[in-house]
């Protein structure tokens, strides 16, 4: 519990409709996009300017106060979910575009604007920014920095670290780093980097310089079939051997596609064990040439089935059962867990196999979507929580397929971040002196440990449990947003 | 030979013996004077893995950059950043360290854009891993991406995984004869259009701009800017890559990055201009406070390049909170300060 005399002074810093402590408020920010994990917060701040949170920090500082940051709360790993004692510093208020220069192509934002609104406020330059993590509608900036937000476009386009040039960050001191600039680069060690990705550990963000791109002249997507799951991802392997990166390129397998079928009747294959989407962008000659590859190697690998959207709506239509495939799942039982793991493309054939034998060992149906083009994979197991022990069965089979793909070189993580959920998966994916040195970077940032203690890198003792997303009855939070 | 490195630098690490990273000794010039013992890391070489259909390849720190862009160049990849060799040996682990990119640099990406995983002993003989070999991966805080550009100061790489991409299928050069001014403005104009523009340069009254796509996609591009087209346009390239250019040869040359809108410096001195606008490359001997200033109005920073280093060393100095931060960073992965000893700041 934060004292009264600590409310009080916090109370100084900033206007009384900022500062949040009755319960009634206090609910909304018991948990993020996960919200299996809950904790009410103690105190909730709203600054409304960089000055204040750069006030809110010094105090904490002082007073030796944890702060846990909050953007729009939409992340997936309890990266946001509230510490006892802590201020949550929400950063929602700070929601301007300062600056949009459309010759240089960049814009100055603040952490609370959110992801969609800035290509929608570039559009009228014919600019956008790349980056589209599927909750892109509701998540703003400073949480997509925190978490080095991905999307569907990643393999061509890059994640977060790659469409920004410059932040203002405070340390939990109060001192203002600016780190990058509007060059392409800058002196010493690269900090942007470090900070991309860091979970609200390192510093508080208040302004973020985005890259913006020029929009593509023209995109299409070509559907393709498969009898056999590893014909599918060998034909992933293909299309990027002849030379083609697609700006998305996603699977479904055969569960997955009949639930999204079900769901949105996007006109999909039935009979069929993965279903390819693969979308190619850019200058109308350029994707002209690609569609024709594509198709080209789709067929050599031995589809059975291919299809190419002839128009905006078509393509639009091929894209809303991938979009929808996470509720269209939900709807097959009662609970799922989805996982987060990144695996080398070529190891898929092998890890859709352990799962597959591993769903019939734990008697949980497994649906898969994957990005395939950069090799994240989201298994969504199937369950219900109402049945004695199915939740732990379904947890230890996630635990098992986060450790299946690091045994394959992958990752626990492609894009949900660490947060508290993975917390004791990170005991898997790293040894003692990766995670050690870990600990070094935070302390060369935060040596008392205040800025969102107990997150993203467990403390060495601790290398215990599994944990995973966790929806009931098919209702994620944010049910609005479209999630792939 | 892993073993042998890690010897080694346990011993420096005791008897607080400074080291120099060396690899092919290709860019030995960059940077401040160091001071130490020698460590060659040509001896750890050989590539580790490389599968063109992942788009990653990882090789030991001493694999000389052309073995790695020949075995690529056979399966139709390449390394986008297009790292320059400047005429020498050049080796993966001093490129990642020296995180210098080529001039796709604004088009495709830098060199810390690539680099997936790194491999490392840290400044007590350490061995680290970290990334991978995947392209989405936010386990962890990005040590590879922060040991680009560290000129080896917080550790020695000793392997590196990169995203490769595929060669282009057709490229074309064209040149335009245009005044600093109207080159900067088009430049950054065309850079905001669907065109598949790969690189930029202007020089002498010249605009030199390449293109890179499907053949069809290029012609169309070509077509509709004009210009003139440049025959020999890789060694044109190559050359300005590596600095193999007589303009290249005046001393001291210094490296101005900067908002690439930012409008004719007007300093009077020798230039060329890369990446866009971005880098803006002086042979000038004004006082590098001047340089600095220039370069920081115009939203950048200023390195002495090539030459001798003016008194507040090569690299623009840190704000005081950045220098600390820096300074704790080197402190916790290399605490006696062995490694390139006052390379990038004077103090660690």
């Known amino acids: ?484 | 030979m892993l073993d042998t490195l890690i010897e080694r630098i346990r011993a420096a690490h005791e008897s607080n013996t400074p080291l120099i990273i060396q690899g092919g000794g290709s860019k030995t010039f960059y940077g401040n004077a160091d001071e130490g013992e020698v460590l060659s890391t040509r001896a750890l070489a050989g590539i580790v893995d490389y599968q063109p259909k992942e788009l990653v390849l990882t090789a030991r720190a001493g694999t000389p950059l052309a073995e790695i862009e020949g075995l690529l160049a056979e399966q139709n990849q390449m390394l986008a950043f297009e790292p320059p060799h400047f005429g020498g040996p050049a080796t993966l682990g001093g490129c990642i360290a020296a995180g210098l990119s080529g001039p796709r640099r604004p088009y495709a990406g830098a060199a810390r854009d690539f680099v997936l995983g790194v491999r490392m002993v840290d400044g007590t003989g350490q061995p680290l891993r970290f990334g991978g070999q995947v392209i989405k991966n936010v386990a962890g805080y990005d040590v590879s991406r922060l040991m680009v550009g560290a000129l080896g100061t917080l550790g020695l790489i000793t392997e590196v995984s990169l995203k490769v991409l595929p060669k282009p299928a057709a490229e074309s050069t064209l040149q335009f004869e245009l005044d600093e001014a109207t080159a900067i403005l088009k430049m950054n104009q065309w850079a905001g259009q669907p065109l598949p523009l790969s690189a930029t340069s202007w020089h002498a009254g010249l605009l030199t701009l390449r293109l890179s796509g499907a053949a069809s996609a290029v012609q169309v591009a070509q077509a509709k800017l004009g210009g003139e087209a440049l025959k020999d346009a890789a060694a044109f390239w190559q050359r300005l890559r590596d600095q193999a250019t007589p303009f290249f040869d005046k001393r001291p040359i210094w490296r101005l990055a900067v908002k690439p809108t930012t409008p004719p410096l007007n300093l009077g001195d020798a230039q060329w201009i890369e990446w866009g606008g971005a880098v803006r490359w002086l042979a000038s001997n004004r006082p590098a406070a001047n340089l600095r200033e220039a370069a920081k109005s115009a939203g950048g920073h200023a390195t002495l390049f090539r030459g001798a280093a003016p008194a507040d060393g090569v690299f623009a100095p840190l704000a005081p909170a950045l220098l600390g931060v820096h300074r704790n960073l080197k402190q916790r992965f290399d605490p006696r300060g062995i490694f390139n000893r006052g390379r990038l700041y004077s103090d660690f």
Request: overall charge negative.
């Open chain 1, 1 to 484: 519990m934060l004292s009264p005399a600590f409310l009080s002074k916090l109370r100084r810093l900033l206007p009384a409709h900022c500062v949040l402590n009755e319960r009634e408020d206090l609910l909304p920010f018991e948990s993020d996009g996960l919200a299996v994990y809950r904790n009410t917060p103690d105190v909730v701040a709203l600054p409304e300017n960089e000055a204040q949170v750069a006030a809110i920090l010094k105090l904490c500082h002082a007073e030796k106060v944890a702060v846990v940051a909050r953007g729009a709360g939409t992340g997936l790993s309890a990266g946001a979910i509230p510490v006892d004692g802590a201020v949550l510093l929400v950063l929602a208020k700070l929601n301007r575009i300062k600056a949009i220069d459309p010759l240089t192509r960049t814009a100055v934002i603040e952490p609370g604007v959110r992801n969609l609104a800035i290509s929608e406020a570039v559009a009228g330059h014919n600019l956008y920014y790349a980056p589209d993590p599927s909750s892109q509608i509701a998540c703003s900036i400073g949480g997509n920095v925190a978490e080095n937000s991905g999307g569907v476009h990643c393999l061509k386009y890059g994640l977060t670290v790659h469409n920004i040039m410059k932040l203002r960050a405070w340390t939990i001191d109060g001192q203002l780093l600016e780190i990058g600039n509007e060059s392409l680069d800058a002196p010493g060690y690269d900090l942007l980097a470090l900070l991309t990705g860091s979970e609200g550990m390192l510093a508080v963000i208040t302004e973020v310089t985005v890259k913006l791109l020029p929009r593509p002249e023209r995109a299409q997507v070509v559907l393709a079939a498969f009898d056999d799951v590893a014909k599918a991802g060998a034909a992933v392997g293909n299309i990027i051997a002849a030379g083609v990166i697609p700006a998305g390129l996603e699977m479904m397998d055969r569960l997955a596609i009949q639930a999204a079928e079900a769901f949105v009747h996007a006109g999909y294959p039935l009979d069929c064990e993965a279903l390819l989407l693969c979308e190619v962008d850019g200058v109308n000659e350029e994707v002209s040439a690609d569609i024709y590859t594509v198709r080209k190697v789709l067929e050599a690998s031995g589809a059975i089935e291919i299809r190419t959207a002839e128009s905006e709506a078509q393509r639009l239509k091929f894209w809303a059962g991938r979009k929808a495939a996470f509720p269209a799942v939900g709807r097959l039982a009662p609970d799922y867990y989805c996982m987060d793991g990144t695996i080398p493309r070529g190891a898929l054939p092998h890890v859709l196999k352990r799962i597959s034998e591993m769903s019939a060992e734990y008697g949980l149906a497994v649906a898969n979507v994957f990005h395939a083009g950069d090799g994240n994979l989201h298994p969504l197991i199937l369950f219900d929580a109402n049945q004695p022990g199915e939740l732990a069965k379904a947890e230890a089979f996630g635990g098992k397929i986060l450790e299946l793909c690091v045994e394959v070189g992958g990752t626990i993580t492609g894009e949900h971040g660490v947060g508290l959920e993975k917390i004791n998966q990170m005991c898997a994916q790293f040894a003692t002196p990766e995670l050690s040195r870990f600990h070094d970077v935070k302390a060369a940032f935060d040596p008392d440990k205040l800025l969102n203690p107990g997150k993203a890198v467990p403390e060495l003792h601790r290398c215990a449990e599994w944990g995973a997303m966790h929806v009931h009855g098919g209702q994620l939070t944010h049910p609005e947003l479209p999630r792939f």
